[in-house]
T-cell receptor, first 111, second 114 residues
Framework: KQEVTQIPAALSVPEGENLVLNCSFT??????LQWFRQDPGKGLTSLLL?????REQTSGRLNASLDKSSGRSTLYIAASQPGDSATYLC??????????FGIGTKLQVIP | DTAVSQTPKYLVTQMGNDKSIKCEQN?????MYWYKQDSKKFLKIMFS???????INETVPNRFSPKSPDKAHLNLHINSLELGDSAVYFC?????????????FGSGTRLTVV
């Protein structure tokens, strides 16, 4: 059974800092890993999708890496802004709809 | 806008009532899902439908009955609501049934049973 852990559970940083969010998973037989952000009272917004054959994906100030063999992914946020404040969720897909979510990292960027 | 949209956004109801949540996607995706996010923020899949056919039915009380009239719609009907049903319910879709191209989520329906 796949288990997904996200550390830290919460993070507070001053505006402008670069930061890293971590996601680890127990079963390395994955198809892809997707990072989402969830704003309070809102749905999940997809940020980056990394296929199992890829090592990283970039979108703007976001960079996600994947090390399948060690069961780890990181989401790097450069030059953080208050608008980045949200909960970041990692979702690991074993394919065929077997998706396991982490509980998320709640990020607060302080102006 | 291309999206997954679900209604209502908020639903407050009494125990024992029957309620429905509607979901529609205009992305042309083949597969749709219902997820439940409980008070501890865990997101768990409840059902998935591929081209109107049930693919996954996780351990969910049979008071929950999904209905897919076409591949763009997946509704969730809940009978005899209980306090423990209070949660946020998310609809999602994926391009095809493997989900290998990622998922698109709706904005959620916060259900409160009193």
């Amino acid at each position: 059974k796949q288990e997904v852990t996200q550390i830290p559970a919460a993070l507070s940083v001053p505006e402008g800092e670069n930061l890293v969010l971590n996601c680890s998973f127990t079963d390395s037989a994955i198809y892809n890993l997707q990072w989402f952000r969830q704003d309070p009272g809102k749905g999940l917004t997809s940020l980056l999708l990394i296929q199992s054959s890829q090592r990283e994906q970039t979108s703007g100030r976001l960079n996600a890496s994947l090390d399948k063999s060690s069961g780890r992914s990181t989401l790097y946020i450069a030059a953080s802004q208050p608008g980045d404040s949200a909960t970041y969720l990692c979702a690991v897909s074993g394919g065929y709809q077997k998706v396991t979510f982490g509980i998320g990292t709640k990020l607060q960027v302080i102006p | 806008d291309t999206a997954v949209s679900q209604t209502p956004k908020y639903l407050v109801t009494q125990m024992g009532n029957d309620k429905s949540i509607k979901c529609e996607q205009n992305l042309g995706h083949d597969t749709m899902y219902w997820y439940k996010q409980d008070s501890k923020k865990f997101l768990k899949i409840m059902f998935s439908y591929n081209n109107k056919e049930l693919i996954i039915n996780e351990t969910v009380p049979n008071r929950f009955s999904p209905k897919s009239p076409d591949k763009a719609h997946l509704n969730l009907h809940i009978n005899s609501l209980e306090l423990g049903d209070s949660a946020v319910y998310f609809c999602a879709s994926s391009q095809e049934w493997t989900g290998n191209y990622g998922y698109t989520f709706g904005s959620g329906t916060r259900l409160t049973v009193v």
